[in-house]
């Protein structure tokens, strides 16, 4: 058996020890407190943080300490649901946060092409307000010009100008042709067969130099409301074969080519050929057309061997020249050349008193060489 001093100092150990435990979980809830405390006002390690905290205008995004993280999670989530990681600041409650609302995105607006335009953007666009004032017809109506959505869905060519015409009579040309090549010149003979009646034509010409054929051609076709109107074109130069262009005027409406096969081209009213083209323009001055004065210009669709080609035509005006048979009074007309396209310039002269046949014909390269067709007979 122990004795009675040891029994009693043993007894005091435990009680001792007891305290001390008690001590220290008490210590330790404190600090546990203290911690979730310091936690939920966002200042930990902080003093007088809260009390001296400067109130903000965004939202508030606490930071969790690690202790509070490494806390037990049946603590943890007590203080979750009682609300207490979400509980504002007394010194916050004066200010409140407004969170903005979102942008209401509207969906993009098309335009009106019949509301209100400003001037500026009328200036710019093919657009009329339905408010405007359209040019009148020759009938007394109202046109609206096309819109910009209409033009674009509209894929086809615009037709050249049509124009009436009386065709000169039949006839036979001889030429005195010149060549200019680096300033030397070589003299030839060229020989037009123009035939025409009401039911069609045929043209057939030849180039002769040395007594060798350059360069023959021939156009044949009807007649319709705007001029002659070609079915087949063909011409052959002294090193190159026969090309031929083919006007389908039934239900194709084309223009194709033996050179070209893969470009056809959209057949439209009053298109002419090479050869074709001088007689209408022939006929469109016979015809006296209020459009055939000095400064105008003509817009005619001409097929080559390879492709058609808008050519504008200008009318110089009427002059005197010297061709092969004398001094002859004549309309000037000129085709402009094309050094990019490497397309001639054309000068062409039809005289009047001559039944506007062509009485001289001039096709300059854009290096100044150039080929002189001058009349010297008609039969």
Not at 24 to 36: E, F, G, I, R, T
Not at 125 to 151: F, I, M, R, W, Y
Not at 186 to 206: H, L, N, P
Not at 333 to 351: F, H, P, Q, Y
Request: charged share 20%; with cysteine.
């Amino acid at each position: 058996m122990m004795p009675t001093n040891a029994r009693s100092r043993s007894r005091m150990i435990q009680k001792t020890r007891l305290a001390l435990r008690s001590l220290l979980v008490l210590a330790l809830s404190c600090l546990l407190h203290l911690l979730v405390l310091q936690a939920a006002t966002g200042h930990f390690g902080k003093p007088g943080a809260v009390t001296n905290a400067v109130p903000v205008m965004t939202a508030l995004v606490p930071t969790i300490p690690s202790a509070v993280l490494e806390s037990p999670p049946q603590a943890e989530s007590q203080q979750v649901r009682e609300g207490t990681l979400e509980k504002p600041l007394p010194s916050l409650k004066k200010r409140r946060v407004v969170k903005a609302a979102p942008p209401t995105i509207m969906p993009p607006q098309l335009p009106d092409v019949d509301s209100q335009i400003s001037n500026d953007h009328l200036a710019q666009s093919d657009v009329v307000p339905e408010n405007d004032v359209l040019p009148p017809t020759a009938a007394g109506g109202l046109v609206k010009p096309p819109t910009v959505v209409e033009q674009e869905i509209s894929s086809a060519p615009p037709s050249p100008t049509q124009y009436r015409i009386d065709l000169p009579p039949s006839a036979i040309l001889s030429y005195e042709v010149r060549y200019s090549t680096k300033g030397s010149i070589t003299v030839g003979s060229s020989v037009i067969d123009w035939q025409a009646d009401k039911t069609g034509y045929v043209i057939g010409g030849a180039i002769n130099k040395f007594g060798f054929a350059l360069s023959s051609f021939r156009s044949e076709g009807g007649l319709d409301d705007a001029g002659l109107a070609p079915t087949l074109y063909w011409e052959k130069n002294l090193r190159r074969p026969e090309m031929r262009t083919f006007f389908q005027r039934g239900a194709t409406q084309a223009i194709s080519f033996s050179a070209n096969s893969s470009s056809d081209v959209p057949l439209v009213p009053g298109v002419q050929d090479r050869a074709s083209i001088l007689w209408q323009l022939a006929g469109i001055g016979r015809a006296k057309d209020e459009q055939f004065f000095t400064g105008a210009t003509l817009d005619i669709l001409v097929a080559g061997v390879r492709d058609a080609q808008r050519w504008q035509i200008t009318i110089q005006g009427e002059e005197i020249i010297d061709i092969e048979s004398g001094k002859e009074r004549a309309w000037h007309l000129v085709r402009e050349g094309n050094s990019a396209t490497k397309d001639k310039r054309i000068d062409i002269w039809l005289a009047p008193e001559r039944q506007w046949h062509p009485v001289k014909l001039r096709y300059t390269e854009a290096n100044g060489d150039y080929l002189d067709l001058s009349l010297a007979s008609i039969k």
